[in-house]
């Protein structure tokens, strides 16, 4: 096993594209490292360049000890699981999970000491083991797929969006396996998705990535509960964080959300925004339904959707219609064109400076 260092990584494809502005990162030893961001933002990129599968065009990568910036992909001691999961087809499911090990000039019997042994973890029947890979179900093809990967016992697990071509069900139910099995290996991984669920319950540590910068590094719940920037804010949390315009009132100790509405707050982070313009953050499950409050925003109803175990009630306020969800627990009885009193607490707003996108610390 070993550590994954990226130190001022940068990548710059051949047409002079920048998709890599500099990361930083050390993946621990045995830690679970997850990368999200939007479509382009250079996930791949940068999983690819861990792998070798791209050259690396500036800074410097570790595994481990080693600097591997410049090393083949096949001496860098690590296995990686594609989202189309990339069997030989005309091999065995059997000889899919041998063949990396063959190669590695392993004896018969410790090949088959291997094989079945992972086999065994990953409930992979004999029968199933003489299958070819169009044989099996698609969470079949993907357990196999983790299985050629686990037998050569890496030092490090690379895994592209693996769970994308899944359907829900066997989504989540590869979901906990991989994590059971990455914690009970404890091999470090890199895992990139962008899949909010998998995001937020699968690793140690998560990195959001924007146009190929990091916006935030950390825990999924110190992301969910202080978002570094608006970006994050957005990205992380499903639905998305509502983000409306707000005002500091003149003596810095309120957030006015319309002209009759504010949150009175006390901190001395403010008194330099007094007067001016900020975007207040407040995420769907922190919003109540407030009846006789008069400080609660007046909700116009648009969509109601049941989730069964959540409702979730779109609509808007206030003379621009600024829109806002709300997620309550349970099956609400609301309809379109209803009148709903929401109020907002203190506890639960997130503020963000409006030039720059961070956020202000109270
Ligand atoms: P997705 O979630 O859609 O897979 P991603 O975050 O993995 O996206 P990358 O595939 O890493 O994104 O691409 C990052 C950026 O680099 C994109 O803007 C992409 O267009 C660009 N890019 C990728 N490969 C090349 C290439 N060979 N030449 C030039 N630009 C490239």
Redesign the pocket.
Known sequence: MASVKLDNIQKI???G?K?IHGVDVDVKDGEFLVLV??????????L?MIAGLETVSGGELKIGDKIVNDLEPSKRDIAMVFQNYALYPHMTVYNNMAYGLKIMGLSKSEIDERVKNVAGILELTDEQLTRKPRQLSGGQRQRVAMGRAIVRKPSVFLFD?PLSNLDAKLRVQMRVEIKRLQASLGITSVY?T?DQVEAMTLGHRLMV?NE?VVEQLGTPIELYERPASLFVAEFIGSPSMNIMDAKIGAEGSSVDITKDISIAITSDKLSSYAGKGVKLGVRPEHLEFAEGDENALPLTVTLVEHLGADTLVHGHFGDDKTDMTVRRSGILKAVPGDQLPISITRNHIHLFDTNTSRRIDL
Do not use: D, I, W
Not at 39 to 46: A, D, I, V
């Open positions: 494809y051949p047409n594209f998709a961001g939007p479509s382009g933002c250079g996930k791949s990129t940068l690819r969006e990139v962008h990535l190929g």
